[in-house]
């Protein structure tokens, strides 16, 4: 790639969310926000950018208002949408590093 990248683990963004966001919004150049956990005040916005991701994903958001402190056995055999598992395939040997 000969650019910097940023790899985040899931079970470290569940585990430590604050450290990982604040982490996140540095390398990519936003500002850290606090309620970027919370997302509770969040009823009513569209979800149309999240069309793409299976329903499991986005039922969780609506049923949470926060980060999960682990990951639950329901998202275990998922099949995704084939442009996601393609990201992922191509993507794991930077993740694996």
């Known amino acids: ?3 910097p990248v940023i790899v985040i683990d899931a079970d470290d963004l569940m ?3 604050k450290d ?3 982490k996140y919004c540095e390398f990519v150049g936003l500002e850290y926000a606090e309620k970027m956990l919370d997302w509770s005040n969040d ?3 569209q979800d149309a950018p ?3 991701i299976p329903i499991s994903w986005v039922r969780d958001v609506k049923e949470t208002t926060g980060f999960r402190t682990m990951d639950k ?3 275990k055999g998922i099949e995704y ?3 996601v598992q393609e990201t ?3 993507n794991m040997r930077w993740y694996e590093k």
């Open 88 to 90: 992922i395939d191509a």
């Open 73 to 75: 056995t329901q998202d």
């Open 43 to 45: 009823t009513g916005k």
């Open 20 to 22: 990982i966001l604040q």
């Open 1 to 3: 790639l000969k650019e």
């Open 15 to 17: 585990t430590k969310p």
């Open 50 to 52: 999240w069309d793409f």
């Open 81 to 83: 949408p084939s442009i």
